[in-house]
């Protein structure tokens, strides 16, 4: 059933989320919900197609298009000793440490490979040996971050670096910059190889992240809990699935002080907001609810969009801390959430 204003339960009452229905702005996304399979297969053919020549950093991959590549990645195990290595391949996905080698056997113009950790690992990528035509036009950059469909995350609002300096050049400076650190679990390459016969091999490790801050989970479920201790920032944690959260424990270190008579959490420098949307910039993502009270849980909702975000605003005042946990939401709940409404970006309860 679609309710007017989306409500948080939680125990003891409920939390006043935004009312949903200002959140409906245009009928545009009308019709996107869960056409995906399909949309997927459009996508890898349209990026695998030399006929079209996609600008790669407007790839089509959707989210989901990108985490089926990803369960499609196997889990090995290997001794440590071992390094893993295998072909790169065009349209790529990369979960595990290793050494990947891409050699063309055509021209290969819009190529893209996405790396993923656990939400506590940072992604590094270095370059181990490069033959690549930079004056003919071929490139190879790394991106600090994931771009899809022309939306990048970390949204740039919320990312320490400037968007021109999230992206490394191996063209511009590969022979002094031959490591790059990503600021988060989630990186990416692209590439553009002209030349049969060219190529590079790449090592991608993951390193420990002591002070998570955005991050792509990896699983459909789990539980996450981010911290921001007396720092002006904010972080997002970004589950590509529909799924229902619960939030367990909310600690804002402020004292309720602020206007109460504000709607949502307008007034408070300090908040959490779920947010709900099709795509990965969280910039361009619809508030679902937003929480400025320090609670203990569990409080839970239902989201059937294709990302959800627990997204904290830090004043830099306090500790911040919020707990939570997430599990997919099955094919039942999905067709109960969308019930009558055919208009909806996506489907809350
Ligand atoms: C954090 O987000 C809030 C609201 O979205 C914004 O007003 C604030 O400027 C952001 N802070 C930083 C450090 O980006």
Same mark, same amino acid.
């Given at each position: 059933?679609?309710?007017?204003?989306?409500?948080?339960?939680?125990?003891?009452? +409920?939390?006043?989320?935004?009312?949903?229905?200002? %959140?409906?702005?245009?009928?545009? /996304?009308?019709?996107?919900?869960?056409?995906?399979?399909?949309?997927?297969?459009?996508?890898?053919?349209?990026?695998?197609?030399?006929?079209?020549?996609?600008?790669?950093?407007?790839? +089509?991959?959707?989210?989901?298009?990108?985490?089926?590549?990803?369960?499609? #990645? &196997?889990?090995? +195990? &290997? @001794?440590?000793?071992?390094?893993?290595?295998?072909?790169?391949?065009?349209?790529? /996905?990369?979960?595990?440490?290793? !050494?990947?080698?891409?050699?063309?056997?055509? @021209?290969? &113009?819009?190529?893209?490979?996405?790396?993923?950790?656990?939400?506590?690992?940072? *992604?590094?990528?270095?370059?181990?040996?490069?033959?690549?035509?930079?004056?003919?036009?071929?490139?190879?950059?790394?991106?600090?971050?994931?771009?899809?469909?022309? #939306?990048?995350? @970390?949204?740039?609002?919320?990312?320490?670096?400037? %968007?021109?300096?999230?992206?490394?050049?191996?063209?511009?400076?590969?022979?002094?910059?031959?490591? *790059?650190?990503?600021?988060?679990?989630?990186? /990416?390459?692209?590439?553009?190889?002209?030349?049969?016969?060219?190529?590079?091999?790449?090592?991608?490790?993951?390193?420990?992240?002591?002070?998570?801050?955005? *991050?792509?989970?990896?699983?459909? +479920?789990?539980?996450?809990?981010?911290?921001?201790? !007396? !720092?002006?920032?904010?972080?997002?944690?970004?589950?590509?699935?529909?799924?229902?959260?619960?939030?367990?424990?909310?600690?804002?270190?402020?004292?309720?002080?602020?206007?109460?008579?504000?709607?949502?959490?307008?007034?408070?420098?300090?908040?959490?907001?779920?947010?709900?949307?099709?795509?990965?910039?969280?910039?361009?993502?619809?508030?679902?609810?937003?929480?400025?009270?320090?609670? =203990?849980?569990?409080?839970?909702?239902?989201?059937?969009?294709?990302?959800?975000?627990?997204? /904290?605003?830090?004043?830099?005042?306090?500790?911040?801390?919020?707990?939570?946990?997430?599990?997919?939401?099955?094919?039942?709940?999905?067709?109960?959430?969308?019930? =009558?409404?055919?208009?909806?970006?996506?489907?809350?309860?």
């Amino acid at each position: 059933m679609r309710s007017d204003a989306a409500r948080l339960r939680i125990k003891g009452g +409920e939390l006043a989320a935004r009312p949903y229905s200002r %959140l409906l702005g245009s009928g545009a /996304m009308s019709g996107t919900f869960r056409a995906h399979v399909g949309f997927l297969f459009l996508c890898l053919t349209s990026l695998r197609g030399q006929g079209r020549y996609l600008d790669v950093q407007e790839n +089509e991959i959707t989210p989901e298009g990108l985490l089926s590549l990803l369960n499609s #990645e &196997l889990k090995r +195990e &290997l @001794p440590d000793d071992v390094v893993y290595r295998r072909p790169l391949r065009c349209l790529d /996905m990369i979960s595990v440490e290793g !050494q990947f080698t891409f050699s063309a056997d055509r @021209p290969q &113009l819009n190529c893209a490979a996405f790396f993923i950790g656990e939400p506590t690992d940072v *992604i590094s990528v270095e370059y181990n040996a490069v033959d690549i035509d930079c004056r003919g036009g071929d490139f190879v950059k790394v991106f600090d971050g994931w771009v899809m469909k022309g #939306e990048k995350f @970390p949204s740039s609002q919320d990312h320490q670096l400037p %968007l021109f300096e999230r992206y490394v050049d191996y063209c511009d400076s590969g022979s002094v910059r031959r490591t *790059i650190h990503a600021s988060q679990n989630v990186a /990416m390459i692209f590439f553009r190889l002209h030349q049969p016969g060219s190529g590079f091999t790449i090592t991608v490790r993951k390193l420990r992240n002591p002070f998570p801050c955005n *991050i792509i989970s990896q699983t459909p +479920e789990g539980s996450f809990t981010m911290v921001i201790p !007396q !720092q002006h920032k904010n972080c997002s944690f970004s589950i590509i699935y529909p799924v229902e959260i619960q939030i367990g424990e909310l600690s804002l270190g402020h004292i309720n002080d602020f206007k109460r008579s504000l709607p949502g959490c307008a007034g408070s420098g300090d908040f959490v907001e779920l947010l709900g949307g099709n795509g990965v910039d969280t910039s361009k993502m619809y508030p679902v609810a937003d929480l400025c009270y320090s609670f =203990n849980g569990p409080a839970q909702m239902k989201i059937g969009c294709d990302n959800t975000v627990v997204r /904290m605003v830090s004043s830099g005042k306090f500790i911040n801390r919020v707990t939570f946990q997430y599990r997919l939401l099955n094919r039942q709940e999905l067709q109960k959430l969308k019930g =009558n409404s055919v208009e909806d970006f996506c489907f809350i309860e």
